[in-house]
């Protein structure tokens, strides 16, 4: 196993998303869709190369295909199950998130906050339209404690920015 480089956020999400079951790159480009994609972009070439890399230091254990598409599946390693642990209990004291608002680009570039705020307050109720409607459908279920925490700050998120950009109009 390398100790060369440290693990990245995208490193923890291959390890999180494998934890719970194997599987493809494939398959975690789809679990990432189904949900921690609307709280964290991950671009779908990443989880190729880190499940590799993964794999290649000892935290994936790879089962490639002997024929056809040669698919290779990745499950999780005791080392892998450490590092996601480790991380996991990590107090998270200084980790700050960042904005990465296209229309907070625009505006801090130079771009008309009037012309900018009527189409990103339309995209925020729009997403907290679609998270509160989630919110409903999943309250059949019983949702783990986590994504559930998760979608509760993602819908107060847009509820602050629709306030924000409504503000600017």
Do not use: C
Not at 84 to 102: C, F, N, Q, T
Request: proline share 5%; no cysteine.
């Amino acid at each position: 196993m390398s100790g060369d480089r440290e693990l990245t956020p995208t490193s923890y999400i291959v390890l999180g998303l494998l934890a719970e079951e194997p599987g493809t790159p494939y398959d975690l480009k789809a679990r990432v869709a189904a949900g921690l994609g609307n709280f964290w972009s991950v671009q779908h070439a990443q989880l190729y190369t880190e499940t590799a890399r993964l794999a290649s230091e000892g935290f994936l254990d790879e089962d490639r295909e002997t024929e056809g598409r040669r698919r290779k599946t990745y499950s999780i390693t005791k080392a892998g199950r450490a590092a996601l642990s480790a991380w996991l209990d990590e107090d998270a004291v200084g980790e700050l998130p960042e904005i990465r608002d296209p229309g907070l680009l625009k505006v801090y570039l130079g771009a008309d906050p009037k012309v900018i705020a009527a189409a990103q307050v339309a995209a925020h109720k729009a997403r907290l339209k679609e998270w509160e409607n989630l919110k409903v459908a999943l309250s059949t279920f019983e949702v783990p404690t986590g994504p559930g925490i998760t979608l509760d700050a993602g819908i107060n998120y847009a509820r602050v920015s629709v306030k924000f950009w409504s503000s600017l109009l």
